[in-house]
């Protein structure tokens, strides 16, 4: 049984604002989700009641502290099907962990002369890290192009595939699209023919659908926190343990060491700690936990399923929009995520008005300014589904947008 929506919108307390003197409408779950009550308590408390810095004391606070953060870890290896917790490390984001994997994977282990494959889909965060390693170390980068549906030209994989490919990095879900990428059939096709690692950004699939590392035989899986109905400044890499062992730390510092001296030189700590200097986002940590536990309460299968129907509607109404140009096929798998444009009507004038109805919508080049190349448009507005939202917002959404319309022209 469907936890009712009508009840988990009662778990999100910023529902209940009113914006320009109409209540709430949140479309911007891709840029980042709100929060439940569940998660801001958890939070909440850490600081009133249980708060110390972890992987440091022998007192109480301290060490309920580290065993909380620890807890996360396993519970997030678990959420995701990782085969150990050490293969969990925090980050601030997806944008980190990926810089993390440049960083410290990519200047270590390749050469000049080699390849990186992304796909033309990706948001900045899967495109300008691997742009700054190849200048750096002389690589190649190899795009697998669009389709004017919104999907990948997938027949254009193997071809780009060759002895010198390194890595296949591709997002699970399209940012501005909404297209799910066929990634388990994507993924054996690339380990069939090269030895190449699979990195997927999954920063707008991890709250809709059930992720699973092992099932995916994915080398590095990266997602946000803040788009999980999660705080902000937490994220998570998981890699496989082979890999992580023989990696280099990318931040140095306090935690991340085995042994310092000023004679000797340094040792590491084993991972996951090895790629965590510093002082931990603890409150974050805890947050994500409190985000996982939210989620799997309601069930990911019933989550998906609510979106899924709820994105078939949206589509659907929206198409009948006069003017309404929509990017991305309905026909194939997707996520809630609607980009539009209204006839020759700037995103940003149709997102102000929108607004001003009290509906929150993303405006601009969503970070992917080469899908905006692509479909020759500078800006775009995006819908992006959550599974507070229901379908007296999406009618709402589609009478505003017609007034828009007649307002507009
Ligand atoms: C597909 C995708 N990848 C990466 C990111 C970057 O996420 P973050 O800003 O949380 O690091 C985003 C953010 O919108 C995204 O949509």
Redesign the pocket.
Same mark, same amino acid.
């Given at each position: 049984m469907m936890y009712p929506i009508s009840k988990i919108k009662l778990d999100f307390p910023i529902l209940n604002r009113k914006i320009n003197s109409n209540k709430l409408i949140y479309f911007d779950n /891709? /840029?980042s989700s709100l929060k439940p009550n569940y998660v801001i308590e958890h939070e909440m408390n850490y600081y009133k009641y249980e708060y110390a810095a972890v992987h440091r004391g022998i007192h109480t606070l301290s060490r309920e502290a580290t065993n909380k953060v620890e807890q996360v870890r396993y519970k997030v290896a678990n959420f995701i099907n990782a085969k150990q917790t050490e293969e969990i490390i925090f980050t601030? &984001? #997806? #944008? !980190?962990s990926?810089n993390l994997v440049a960083y410290s994977w990519g200047r270590k282990f390749l050469r000049s002369g080699d390849n990186i494959i992304i796909t033309e889909m !990706?948001?900045h @965060? =899967?495109i300008v890290p691997w742009q700054v390693l190849a200048k750096e170390k002389g690589l190649l980068i190899r795009y697998i192009p669009l389709l004017p549906n919104g999907t990948l030209d997938l027949s254009k994989l193997l071809s780009l595939i060759d002895d010198n490919t390194r890595l296949f990095a591709i #997002?699970a @879900? $399209? =940012?501005v699209l909404g297209i799910i990428n066929p990634l388990k059939d994507i993924i054996n096709q690339v380990k069939n023919i090269s030895n190449s690692l699979v990195l997927v950004?999954g /920063?707008?699939y991890i709250m809709h659908q059930k992720v699973d590392v092992q099932l995916l035989n994915c080398d590095f899986y990266v997602f $946000?926190g803040?788009?999980m109905y999660g705080p902000t400044g937490i &994220?998570i890499l998981y890699g496989k343990k082979y890999l992580l062992d023989n990696m280099l730390p990318w931040e140095t510092g306090g935690s991340m060491i085995k042994t310092v001296s000023l004679v000797k030189e340094t040792t590491f700590n084993q991972v996951p700690w090895k790629f965590e200097a510093g002082s931990l986002n603890t409150a974050g940590i805890i947050g994500l936990g409190a985000a996982i536990d939210y989620i799997k309460s309601i069930g990911l299968k019933q989550i998906s399923l609510y979106e899924k129907l709820l994105t078939e509607y949206a589509f659907n109404i929206l198409n009948n929009i006069p003017n309404i140009k929509i990017y991305g096929s309905i026909t194939h798998n997707r996520i809630g995520v609607i980009s539009f444009n209204l006839g020759k009507h700037h995103a940003y004038d149709v997102g102000s008005l929108l607004d001003t109805y009290g509906i929150a919508v993303r405006t601009g080049h969503q970070?992917a300014l080469p899908i905006m190349d692509y479909f020759k448009i500078n800006s775009v507005c995006r819908i992006s589904l959550a599974m507070y939202n229901d379908y007296f917002e999406i009618d709402k959404l589609a009478s505003v947008l017609t007034k828009i319309n007649k307002i507009l022209i």
């Open positions: /891709a /840029a601030k &984001g #997806t #944008t !980190e990926i !990706e948001h @965060a =899967n #997002t @879900a $399209s =940012n950004d /920063a707008q $946000s803040h788009k &994220g970070c």
